[in-house]
T-cell receptor, first 112, second 115 residues
Framework: DQQVKQNSPSLSVQEGRISILNCDYTNSMFDYFLWYKKYPAEGPTFLISISSIKDKNEDGRFTVFLNKSAKHLSLHIVPSQPGDSAVYFCAASASGNEKLTFGTGTRLTIIP | GAGVSQSPSNKVTEKGKDVELRCDPISGHTALYWYRQSLGQGLEFLIYFQGNSAPDKSGLPSDRFSAERTGGSVSTLTIQRTQQEDSAVYLC?????????????FGNGTRLTVT
């Protein structure tokens, strides 16, 4: 039972354009969402998060949008840079439950 | 300061042998997690330690898997009688307080290959 789904295994975007990575979840108890970025042979690193009381959180070139009614969130990266090429994981947690549930990841490739 | 350290970085073992994977969390972090990533899959939760509380073992796939955390710091994940399906990257992470909102800091993982 995949509670966090990233339906696009890969995405290619031209340098300078906007990258949009999508994530869907099924568990209505999830109230905190995070994005992690992973380079080959390294562990994931935290990128940005959002609480369910918000619908948008912005940090520099990265913005996360949350649509609770659709159980959908997205990560926007603008402008995209070659160093953004990595695998991006969406993760979710529910209050009182300390473990994060991760999606299967989306491999983003930025084309110079 | 130092991040989460895992050893070994790579481990090749024969089917049926036991393996031990080690994790040194960030100093002062009370929460420690083990996840694994199989080829083409997401990160699968295995076990969670928080302070002196009983660990959450709900993600361990079988009784061949066990983990301990000594002195609230270093953790060891043990896999007995390894099987080929145990091949994966095993990731350890720590966080300041273990609440879901606290970002996890991951190590670089141990790539386990069972032949």
């Amino acid at each position: 039972d995949q509670q966090v789904k990233q339906n696009s295994p890969s995405l290619s975007v031209q340098e300078g354009r906007i990258s949009i990575l999508n994530c869907d979840y099924t568990n209505s108890m999830f109230d905190y969402f995070l994005w992690y970025k992973k380079y080959p042979a390294e562990g994931p690193t935290f990128l940005i998060s959002i609480s369910s009381i918000k619908d948008k959180n912005e940090d520099g070139r990265f913005t996360v949008f949350l649509n609770k009614s659709a159980k959908h969130l997205s990560l926007h990266i603008v402008p995209s840079q070659p160093g953004d090429s990595a695998v991006y994981f969406c993760a979710a947690s529910a209050s009182g439950n300390e473990k994060l549930t991760f999606g299967t990841g989306t491999r983003l490739t930025i084309i110079p | 300061g130092a991040g989460v350290s895992q050893s070994p970085s790579n481990k090749v073992t024969e089917k049926g042998k036991d393996v031990e994977l080690r994790c040194d969390p960030i100093s002062g972090h009370t929460a420690l997690y083990w996840y694994r990533q199989s080829l083409g899959q997401g990160l699968e939760f295995l076990i969670y330690f928080q302070g002196n509380s009983a660990p959450d073992k709900s993600g361990l796939p079988s009784d061949r898997f066990s983990a301990e955390r000594t002195g609230g710091s270093v953790s060891t994940l043990t896999i007995q009688r390894t099987q080929q399906e145990d091949s994966a990257v095993y990731l350890c992470a720590s966080s300041t307080d273990g609440y879901g909102a606290s970002p996890l800091h991951f190590g670089n993982g141990t790539r386990l290959t069972v032949t």
